[in-house]
């Protein structure tokens, strides 16, 4: 398996996501969503290299969201936003979760596109 950080062009299953998360943390996997452009980014060590993915095609890093895949709880995932990537105080948002429920239907519905969990 091709093992790099990659933004999703078509959905992908949560065992394709499991063999991705393996290689970085085994329990979870990061990833980073623009809420504008719909694009989805997964892997890496850190949220800020799949906003930086993001980016580098187009994206506003105040449109981009960070988000975690967590495997340890439910083997069939959950979906969390966590992360710095999601501190904008300059946008309204002063923590690493995401505050707005609209941003976070968007991000998932957007994820759900791309990733098969069973949220």
Same mark, same amino acid.
């Given at each position: 398996?091709?093992?790099?950080?990659?933004?999703?062009?078509?959905?992908?299953?949560?065992?394709?996501?499991?063999?991705?998360?393996?290689?970085?943390?085994?329990?979870?996997?990061?990833?980073?969503?623009?809420?504008?452009?719909?694009?989805?980014? =997964?892997?890496?060590?850190?949220?800020?290299?799949?906003?930086?993915?993001?980016?580098?095609?187009?994206?506003?890093?105040?449109?981009?969201?960070?988000?975690?895949?967590?495997?340890?709880? *439910?083997?069939?995932? =959950?979906?969390?936003?966590?992360?710095?990537?999601? =501190?904008?105080? *300059?946008?309204? *948002?002063?923590?690493? $979760?995401?505050? $707005?429920?609209?941003?976070?239907?968007?991000?998932?519905?957007?994820?759900?596109?791309?990733?098969?969990?069973?949220?």
């Amino acid at each position: 398996m091709d093992v790099k950080i990659k933004i999703l062009n078509e959905k992908i299953s949560i065992k394709e996501v499991k063999q991705l998360a393996d290689f970085w943390y085994g329990t979870m996997i990061k990833g980073a969503v623009d809420i504008e452009s719909g694009r989805v980014a =997964i892997g890496g060590d850190y949220h800020i290299e799949d906003s930086e993915l993001l980016t580098s095609v187009g994206s506003k890093f105040e449109d981009i969201w960070g988000f975690n895949i967590r495997f340890e709880e *439910n083997s069939d995932g =959950i979906l969390e936003f966590d992360s710095m990537v999601n =501190i904008k105080p *300059n946008f309204g *948002n002063r923590s690493r $979760n995401i505050n $707005n429920e609209e941003t976070i239907e968007k991000a998932t519905e957007i994820i759900l596109k791309f990733i098969d969990l069973k949220n």
